[in-house]
């Protein structure tokens, strides 16, 4: 039963892409600006796409849907009596195995893992580029050797042929990667997690965006069909603008989204105009735009990793509480706000008692276990402005704003309480803490606080553990 739907599922695979491709194929067939003459090639950016994502899985269905269509169009010129069979399909091989051979080395490449976002794109647009070329230059030859063309054609059309596929290949396959990911539920997410990772933003704002840089490009589009002079044409060239805009602040997956709309729009513009005299200027500018707007995607995927850093360098991964350094950047900022603002805001310090036992005899998960649950005991109990976070080993700390020391200690007190009363299954014997509390002076920094908080800690352990100690000089300095 299993076997048989492994066995469905690739054929409804290949008969997905081979239709995809053929739709491509004759959607794009519409955008030519006269026979055989078009901006780009999206099939290639298909087989690009399809061969990265699904290596030589995929290429069965291109090369079949390429025959297919390669038949369909000899049957239309009246060319299959003169050319063997065999030979028609070595157009279709040389643009699959092309493609096949680039997208490969992409694979491996992103296999390794090793290589970062940047590099990434550095090498997608260099193997795009030499796939481009090997299909333009394979291309052209088999059509001369089945005497389609002769040898002054070949050499007229190969340098528009790649260039048209490239075109293609860099506006459309990074949408159409992220678009069969999707469908096929494929694995790239674990390979490239951080080109997936980060999330949207309103959709309107992204609807914005993209409505201005389609009209940027229509108006400038219009104005060249009127003026129908070179110069004029490259006003589209002011789109780059609005793109960056969006790319900067929107996601991968609609930043690629919209790229293929715009590229789109200026290859169907191109026909409807009558601007095909200047067709590789629009050609420069899809593909100029493409690349910039491939490398702006590292901006959003940097901002997203630096905040995942800084969240981690923020965060004790153990206890999902602040880490030290969080703790103390935070605490300076309140700090001050309360000097300025004349509120009284206390610091506690908090010690498991005896912790050192409950690793030798239990294990050093049941360690993290309890300092776990006494994290998430205390978390429960405090207001959202309060700041808790671990110092290190079994030492917590809690900033309480707007508190004065009575309040804090009632308030410790209460916490003090509720652990001893936690019922942690590893455990045999109940978990006590011991508290130092310390009212905030306006003059001293958070570390000569601190200091101060953990002194009286140290005390309180001294008259006997189990207890919340309040630091003696608090009211004195703080008076
Ligand atoms: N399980 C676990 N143990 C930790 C972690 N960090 C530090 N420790 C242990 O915490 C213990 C702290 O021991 P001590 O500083 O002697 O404190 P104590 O045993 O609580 O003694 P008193 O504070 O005097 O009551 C040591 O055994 C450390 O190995 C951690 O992340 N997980």
Redesign the pocket.
Known sequence: MSKFRSISKVASLQLVLMLGWILIYQTARLLEYSPHASLWYPPAALSFAAMTLLGARAFPAIFLASLLTSFIHYQQYGAAEAVPYFAVTLPSLAHAGSYLLGALLLRILIRTGQVNYSAMLVAYLLLAAAAAFLAAFSGSWSLQYEGVLDNAQRQSIWLGWWIGDLVAILSLSPFIVLLIDKLTANNLATHLPWLLRHGNGPLPDYLLKLFVCLMLLIVSMLIAHQVQAQEITFLILSLSLPTMWLVYTESVWRSFCGLAIISLTIAMLMAQLDLEAFAVIYQFTIAMISVSMLFGTVVPVLQSTNQQLLHSLHTDP?TGVLSRQGFFEQAEMLLAWAAQHKDKICLAVI??????????VL??????R??QEVCQTLSKQLRQQDLIGRF????LMLLLPDTAENEAMQLCERLRNSIEQLQIQVLQRHVTV?VGVCEHHPDENFSQLFLRADKTLLNA?KLG?NRVELDINSAVVGS
């Open positions: 153990l010690d498991l008692d005896h912790f050192k036992q409950v690793n030798d294990g050093h998960q049941a360690g993290d309890v300092l290190g080993g079994d030492e011991t352990k553990r």
